[in-house]
């Protein structure tokens, strides 16, 4: 969601983005909508073709208690 909203102020496309981060559009259309969960490298490299911070990005971790992202050990 985070991403898709900062790609959209940027004006750029799925297409573009995916280009300038050197991914294929498939992969970012799949971050896009939660199906898969970046690496590090992959938050880096759009974080740069976007023009922004990494924590713009991943500032889930400002609203949510970590716990809760996390599942619970047995």
């Given at each position: 969601e985070r991403?898709?909203?900062?790609?959209?102020?940027?004006?750029?496309t799925t297409r573009s983005l995916a280009e300038l981060a050197g991914m294929s559009y498939t992969s970012l259309s799949d971050l896009e909508r939660g199906i898969k969960t970046p690496t590090?490298?992959?938050i880096v490299r759009l974080a740069l073709a976007l023009r922004?911070?990494?924590?713009?990005?991943?500032?889930?971790?400002?609203?949510?208690d970590l716990a809760t992202l996390v599942p619970r050990r047995k």
């Amino acid at each position: 969601e985070r991403l898709r909203e900062l790609r959209d102020k940027r004006g750029e496309t799925t297409r573009s983005l995916a280009e300038l981060a050197g991914m294929s559009y498939t992969s970012l259309s799949d971050l896009e909508r939660g199906i898969k969960t970046p690496t590090l490298a992959t938050i880096v490299r759009l974080a740069l073709a976007l023009r922004c911070k990494v924590t713009d990005l991943v500032d889930v971790f400002n609203k949510h208690d970590l716990a809760t992202l996390v599942p619970r050990r047995k």
